[in-house]
């Protein structure tokens, strides 16, 4: 019987087939020249909404950051504490020179469930992670929706507030003023394969 990690070697092995023996071209160039994405995207990091799946891309497409709910937090002066997220755009946008960042949500996230539920436990991260959007749930209390409504809603606020934030960072600001740089929000249905637009808040 095939274990999920058996499974997942057998899926590297026709990779390799794929792109280092049938096709070793895109491979080599990659090798060659390094990565030139044009596109950075922040997605979630729930395991049925894979960017690279989801839109087609080949190896070398997209710059991808995946975290719980596809958040940017705001941008922060204090570089005391871990800025990871913040450490891949500002690569993204300033080494990488990426034309377009796409932030991709999607329905069902756990991480913004988790924040309309205002559930008591000990996810210390995963609360101080969510409450950086918590403003899309102040916006939907005041639209009396039904609990399935309401994560609905603050998924797709969510994204409007994570375009805003991305608008603190200076050098993504400097870009966006000066036509170098494009934003895009994307939310994803799980239930219709659905892709919509969600402009910011």
Known sequence: QM???????????????????????????LHQEGQSPKVLVIA????RVD??????????????IRNV???????EHDLSSCHGTSAAIEYAVNHLQVEDIVILGHSHCGGIRALVDDRENDHTFIDNWIYTVEDAKFEAAHRHLDHEESCAFCEKAAIGISLHNLETFPFVKEKLAAGKLRLH????????????TVETR
């Open 3 to 29: 274990t999920e990690i058996s499974r997942l070697l057998a899926g590297y092995r026709s990779f390799r087939q794929k792109y280092f023996v049938d096709n070793p071209e895109l491979y080599r160039r």
């Open 44 to 47: 979630c990091s729930d395991s």
């Open 51 to 64: 960017p690279s799946i989801i839109l087609g891309a080949e190896p070398g497409d997209l710059f991808v």
């Open 69 to 75: 709910a596809n958040i940017v937090p705001p941008y």
């Open 185 to 196: 929000g994307w939310y994803f249905s799980i239930e219709t394969g659905a892709l919509e």
